[in-house]
């Protein structure tokens, strides 16, 4: 068999490795990883939720490097580049590090007796993995793919977890109530470790699990809360205070939710990560992290969001309600069929003034006409179908007056296209 020489070569082949592109489960991707036998001293994070995580993993990153830590980020999905999903020491994998690295777990793969098919998102974790050892990092974040228990990065083991938050998506997955959604994020905590669960209300199913196995809980409000005001936040943990901190970089009143789970997770591990306050200020007003409430500069005002569950698009429509006066609001809005669309889009009727929706690629799209139809009976008004993302935005761009707004959200498929082929000037 002759395997790719390409990164892009690559990709198509690890996804025809396996019938089903999602397939849960932890045994397959264990036997590969100890075939693999990569191993490493640093200090893991493993992070889930069921929004929120991306920024807290950045955040967590930011605050490390600025403390002179050698940190490897894995994140899921990309925005435009595979490579963002694999980052050492601030950089992205390189593609010639990449097809190393593929070519090393899928020789570990074969080499097992009886063939272990892989998904698309398991190879991507043991590459990431495989390249983090080699590394010599000193930390290392996993950011979980869907749920947690089951998760291809729950197969690693960590030295402290975190939940961001618990809401409904994925439910053909991970089951149709909170409770059972965050029963399943729970499953990466460990006895005896930290377990961050920054959810204001966790549901009983986590925190049950986390009794259950005697895990240290760390509790939004009880154990670590933050307050603030216009200026400055500060950030209270069990035994130590962080003051007069900045706002995060990334915009958002949520993200102080972020933040301060990201500041509890390094309270807790305080005496094998000593984190300054200069590095903490440092790090949360450089961070970085595209499509969350990005807000671009130039005038039509433009904000780029993957927000696409229930509180995801709530969250954004807050945030929108922040930003002051713009005379209107154009959407430009692609989703997938298996979201809760109608849950999710009844946050910004109120919000949008002119929707321009468009269909999505892939057996998941959702057909521009079929996103007009809901949004139509949901009492929206203005609703203008396009093929894809792109061609909504620069029509939106086109039309908007200059001191209107527009937001692209959605998806991360809506953002990624706007990115690549809309935001050209």
Partial sequence: MVLPDTLAGWLAWVEQQHVRPIELGLERVARVRDALGARTDAVVITVAGTNGKGSTCAMLEAMLRAAGYRVGLYTSPHLLDYNERVRIDGNNAADDALCEAFAAVEAARASLSLAVPLTYFEYGTLVAWWLFCRAGLEVVILEVGMGGRLDAVNVFEPDCAIVTGVAMDHMEFLGDTREAIGFEKAGIYRAGKPAICADPQPPKSLLDHVAAIGADLWLQGRDFRFAGDRQQWQYLGRAQKRNSLAYPALRGANQLLNAAGALAALESLGDRLPVPMQAVRQGLMLVEWPGRFQVLPGRPSVVLDVAHNPQSVAVLADNLANMGFFPETW??????????????????????DKWLVCSLPGPRGLSAQVLAERLQAMGAASVECFESPADAMIAARKRAGEGDRIVAFGSFLTVAD????????
Avoid at 333 to 350: N, R, Y
Avoid at 418 to 425: I, K, P
């Fill in 331 to 352: 959407a430009v809005c692609g989703m997938l069929a298996d979201k809760d669309v109608e849950g999710s889009l009844q946050h910004m009727i109120s919000r949008v």
């Fill in 418 to 425: 706007v990115m690549r082929n809309a935001l050209r000037s």
